[in-house]
């Protein structure tokens, strides 16, 4: 199912089909960390894979990314991609060859003024740093003392450099409460843009409570009301539904085949979900819709990257958003929305299955709920 958006700053500057192409597409580099964060997805741990694409592979990478066309957006993710000492060449080739490249290192020691700016000159885009709330609670979150600082220290040296801020944020049980205080600290240091993450349960992120459907409604009702007032963007990442949401807020009731058409300055969409208009490749080359829907399409060591995206069979199905499954199945926000495959992969197995952490039940949808959702909805507040 074809579904077209345009960008909004630079190119690619016709419209994207993510039958095509995606928005997103995050290379792994490794999966190596010093940290031990609570949610990691990756279980991360200290030593680099012996197997990880090396430099030489990940050229012919970001090579095989400039064939989806002009302005492909590139996310170089980890673990820590900072442990790689090829990260500023991966930049400056990805930059050199016409690939938006956009870096999201963990706050380490590694995350040092001078890798910043070194990354900066390389041609980065954005910096994409985490701040999961004020510092105690950020550093448990992150399994070391002192990660807060260091990241807070890091978004000073963007702002210095020029180089655009993205905060990323994880919301679950034990990070709700501190969501207005992390709003705060997105505007003090100047972000771009506030991605906030709704918890899949993958890796560490299993042991993790998450928030209920009813909290995550009144959270993204929330967002949208920061959004207005805010000096920085808003968008959420494995909660398509906050475009539903959104939509409801206005009034609005979208026709099924309706696909979203905003974006978030790197021409990102909202509402893209995994497979659809998002991919991921791992530190050894296996191609994901996502990286918290670990189900491989393919190496990129043996099949080209296009080719699996346009036609492997997971990815075509995860596009077709008329072969989903029950109440997303049913929803007639499903074209702008589609709900999170990702979570729906993790906690069913199945990834066309509904998305558990959607409280919304369609008119006249008389099907199986997921475990957690009500047939009739009720507020239940964000009591800060």
């Not at 105690?136 to 990241?151: K, L, P, Y």
């Not at 049980?173 to 969501?179: D, P």
């Not at 349960?201 to 409604?217: H, I, K, T, Y």
């Not at 909202?270 to 491989?296: Q, R």
């Amino acid at each position: 199912m074809s579904r077209k958006a345009p960008t909004s700053e630079g190119p690619p500057a016709a419209p994207v089909d993510t039958d095509d192409r995606p928005f997103v597409l995050v290379w792994e580099l490794t999966q190596a960390c010093d940290l031990a964060c609570d949610h990691c997805r990756a279980s991360a741990r200290p030593q680099r894979h012996p197997e990880e694409l090396t430099t030489e592979e990940g050229k012919r990478l970001l090579d095989a990314a400039r064939r989806f066309g002009d302005g492909q957006l590139v996310v170089l993710s980890g673990g820590d991609p900072m442990v790689r000492e090829d990260v500023r060449d991966l930049v400056a080739y990805g930059s050199d060859v016409g690939l938006r490249m956009t870096l999201t290192p963990s706050g380490t020691a590694s995350l040092t003024a001078d890798r910043v700016g070194e990354v900066a000159d390389a041609g980065l885009k954005r910096l994409a740093l985490s701040i999961d709330g004020p510092a105690a609670v950020h550093d448990t979150f992150r399994g070391e003392v002192g990660s807060f600082e260091r990241t807070k220290a890091a978004a000073e040296t963007a702002r210095e450099v020029g180089l655009p801020l993205q905060i990323n944020t994880t919301v679950c049980a034990a990070t709700v409460e501190t969501l207005p205080a992390v709003r705060d600290i997105v505007a003090e240091l100047g972000a771009v843009l506030w991605s906030v993450f709704f918890l899949v349960p993958v890796g560490r992120g299993r042991r993790l409570e998450s928030v209920s459907p009813d909290r995550a409604e009144s959270v993204m009702e929330w967002l949208h009301a920061v959004a207005d007032e805010a000096p920085f963007g808003v968008k959420t990442t494995e909660a398509p539904h906050y475009r539903r949401v959104g939509l409801q807020r206005e009034g609005s009731e979208p026709a099924v085949g309706d696909a979203p058409t905003d974006t978030d300055g790197l021409g990102r969409r909202s509402g893209i979900v995994a497979g659809d208009g998002f991919a991921f490749v791992s530190h050894t080359g296996e191609v994901f819709p996502s990286g918290f829907l670990p189900k491989s399409a393919g190496n990129v060591r043996e099949r080209g990257l296009v080719s699996t995206y346009r036609s492997a069979p997971l990815f075509e199905r995860l596009r077709d958003r008329d072969r989903l499954r029950g109440k997303c199945g049913a929803c007639p926000y499903r074209g702008v929305c589609g709900g999170s495959r990702s979570r729906a992969f993790a906690t069913t197995g199945d990834p066309l299955e509904s998305d558990p952490l959607c409280p919304y039940v369609p008119e006249g949808y008389d099907g199986p709920l997921p475990d957690g959702v009500a047939a009739t909805d009720s507020d239940g507040g964000v009591p800060w």
